[in-house]
């Protein structure tokens, strides 16, 4: 997939099977008196206020993962993600709250059932790799099928199709000391893959990587998860890859989650002073897309209003031009103010012969990488339209730039479509005036 591509559109909707994952007031205190440490935060103290009974790594957090979706938890070293993540395979008990995965109870589960769980609905992908030094690729992903017990033929059949998915397929004999970082985090990933579970885990399992090679990688991830349709759990501390990769995410801070939405959400709506400092300098560009920014589409026409009706909106609105639809709000085109004069003059009624169909036009979801371009070439804003060409807005040059510096703009009739060598304001009056006269006559 294209780093400018955006992907958020995709993300599922609120379903009605239950949720993947299902973590419900999870709280982690590490020290002699977590008991006394949890109630006291439950009654309103800070981490600092609780020191003294031990360290609140995670407070009070409660969310649900849909099927299919990438949730990332994403916060500042000490924020608790970590901790959080490993509540969640039951590596770290919770102090109190309950974990589920897959409607299954971690919390409080015996060791037995744990790595039942682990083996049939749950994997994890780690920072360092944790492959193993003496086997081959195909012999490390197909590792965790061999724990469980799978015929040495079948879990070598399954290894191999994975580590094609990832790419691997010509270093299926290699040893991990071969690799690169990169090549070695996608024989992690494909031995997650190679284990059939549901859930993936990831802990901050880009960031050893070098810059470029993270961003290959997260787009890989991206590629599997919408092909295979895993739901992940991401963490990380860097907000330009939970921006790329999230669907929704999850911001933590000494140990609360302070917010949880879509990448547009957060960076569009922040909660509080503290998420907002976090988006500041945010790519916007790579998360925020065409419906995100566009503004009503005013200047806009039916095809049944005539030349004379396309005449009025130009004058009312300053505008040079507007956009022409059909029946249930198609759009058809546009149409530019010294043709119309010439039809009005005529006499001729048909605005539909000079309609052009030549327009930029794009669909809701796409990034506003893409419309950098668009935008720089087109006199007219850009039409978002959907599946059936319906109009539902626009982006003029002004939001667009508004948008990626973050400042507020005010909607405005003339903001909706930008100048074209507009006629001037005398000439269309005298147009319509002259053809007013001559339908009394």
Do not use: C
């Amino acid at each position: 997939m294209a780093p400018s591509e955006s992907r958020h559109a995709s993300a599922p909707d609120t379903p009605a099977t239950a949720p993947a994952v299902r973590v419900r007031d999870i709280t982690k205190v590490f020290g002699r008196r977590p008991t006394e440490a949890v109630r006291r935060l439950a009654a309103g103290a800070s981490r600092d206020d609780v020191r003294e009974f031990g360290s609140a790594a995670v407070i009070d957090a409660s969310f649900d993962v849909q099927p299919g979706e990438i949730f990332v938890v994403m916060g500042l070293s000490g924020s608790g993600k970590s901790t959080l993540i490993r509540m969640l395979n039951g590596l770290l008990e919770p102090t109190a709250g309950t974990v589920e995965i897959g409607g299954r109870t971690v919390t409080k589960a015996a060791p037995k059932e744990i790595r039942d769980i682990r083996r049939s609905s749950v994997s994890m992908v780690f920072q360092h790799f944790a492959l193993l030094p003496h086997r081959t690729v195909i012999e490390n992903v197909a590792y965790g099928l061999e724990v469980n017990g799978v015929e040495k033929s079948e879990r070598l059949r399954k290894a191999r199709e994975v580590i094609d998915l990832v790419g691997l397929d010509v270093w299926a004999d290699a040893k991990p000391d071969e690799l690169s970082g990169g090549m070695q985090q996608r024989v992690g990933i494909a031995r997650a893959l190679a284990a059939e579970t549901d859930v993936l885990l990831m802990d901050e399992a880009f960031s050893a990587l070098d810059p470029l090679i993270r961003r290959e990688m997260q787009e890989q991830l991206v590629d599997l998860q919408q092909r295979l349709g895993k739901t992940i759990v991401f963490i990380t501390h860097d907000l330009n890859e939970a921006m790329f990769l999230g669907d929704r995410i999850a911001v933590m801070r000494d140990g609360r989650i302070v917010q949880i939405g879509s990448p547009e959400d957060i960076l569009t709506d922040p909660a509080n002073d503290y998420v907002a400092q976090f988006v500041q300098d945010v790519d916007r560009a790579r998360v925020l897309t065409a419906s995100s920014v566009m503004e009503p589409a005013r200047a806009v026409v039916p095809l049944t209003a005539g030349p004379r009706g396309a005449l009025r909106v130009m004058r009312d609105l300053q505008t040079a031009a507007v956009f022409v639809t059909g029946r249930g709000r198609k759009l058809e085109g546009w149409v530019r103010d010294r043709h119309v004069m010439r039809q009005v003059k005529a006499g001729d009624t048909n605005l539909d012969a000079i309609v052009n169909t030549e327009f930029a036009q794009v669909a809701p979801d796409t990034a506003l990488t893409d419309l950098f371009e668009l935008a720089v070439e087109s006199p007219l804003p850009i039409a978002v339209i959907d599946d059936e060409q319906r109009l539902l807005g626009v982006v003029p040059r002004v939001t667009l730039l508004a948008a990626l510096g973050n400042v507020p703009t005010t909607t405005s009739p003339i903001q909706t479509l930008e100048p074209v060598t507009r006629i001037s304001n005398d000439d269309l009056d005298e147009t319509l005036a002259a053809t007013t006269e001559g339908d009394h006559a």
